[in-house]
């Protein structure tokens, strides 16, 4: 039982580059979120999913697309990477909304 | 929506100390209260959590307690060992129906 992977674990971007960050869960969970993690700053959440097949946004979703078409994995996307969008990203699961959240290892992106 | 406020951004205990971490919310709706332990270059881990219906919880060293009136919540860690050291996150959320939301963490220091 792996929990919730995130993959790649690292990454360095040019500006204006795309790039997908594939998160996998095995816990058959229906939820499914996308964080930034910035110092000071917190945990930020981008998209979520309440389902296969949906998505919606969070707090800070310009800049991001995201895709659920498994229910075990969730995609996010950028399109047009910016310096701004250096982070860690965070993807976790949950089995119903506002519940314990489960989380991954994170992908630290640079964006030069 | 919902705001949660955290407090201190960090705290610098001695080993075998107690510490405290506050937390306050928003929204007199939220049942849930959830609080996330993250390690260096980890994602957040569960350590604890208390809904609405109970005023405290207890496992081992660590508390939590609430005041639904006063819309706070609090983590207690008694005889604080190095490697509690770690960032902390409160979070507060409406059970079966959002996502969380979480505090801007605090950075706890346990020095030997």
């Known amino acids: 039982n792996a929990g919730v992977t995130q993959t790649p674990k690292f990454r360095v971007l040019k500006t204006g580059q795309s790039m997908t960050l594939l998160c996998a869960q095995d816990?058959?969970?229906?939820?499914m979120y996308w964080y930034r993690q910035d110092p000071g700053m917190g945990l930020r959440l981008i998209h979520y999913s309440v389902g296969e097949g949906t998505t919606a946004k969070g707090e800070v979703p310009d800049g991001y697309n995201v895709s659920r078409l498994k229910k075990q994995n969730f995609l996010l996307g950028l399109e047009s990477a910016a310096p701004s969008q250096t982070s860690v990203y965070f993807c976790?699961?949950?089995?119903?909304?506002?519940?314990?959240?489960?989380f991954g290892p994170g992908t630290r992106l640079l964006v030069l | 929506g919902e705001n949660v406020e955290q407090h201190p951004s960090t705290l610098s205990v001695q080993e075998g100390d107690s510490a405290v971490i506050k937390c306050t919310y928003s929204?007199?709706?939220?049942?849930?209260f959830p609080w996330y332990k993250q390690e260096l270059g980890k994602g957040p881990q569960l350590i604890i959590d208390?809904?609405?219906?109970?005023g405290e919880k207890k496992d081992q060293r660590i508390a939590v307690t609430l005041n639904k009136t006063a819309k706070h919540f609090s983590l207690h860690i008694t005889e604080t060992q190095p490697e509690d050291s770690a960032v902390y996150f409160c979070?507060?959320?409406?059970?079966?129906?959002?996502?969380?939301?979480f505090g801007k963490g605090t950075m706890l220091l346990v020095s030997p």
């Open positions: 929204d007199s709706a939220s049942n849930y």
């Open positions: 976790a699961s949950s089995y119903v909304g506002g519940e314990t959240q489960y």
């Open positions: 816990m058959n969970h229906e939820y």
């Open positions: 979070a507060a959320s409406i059970r079966g129906y959002s996502t969380l939301t």
């Open positions: 208390i809904r609405s219906n109970v």
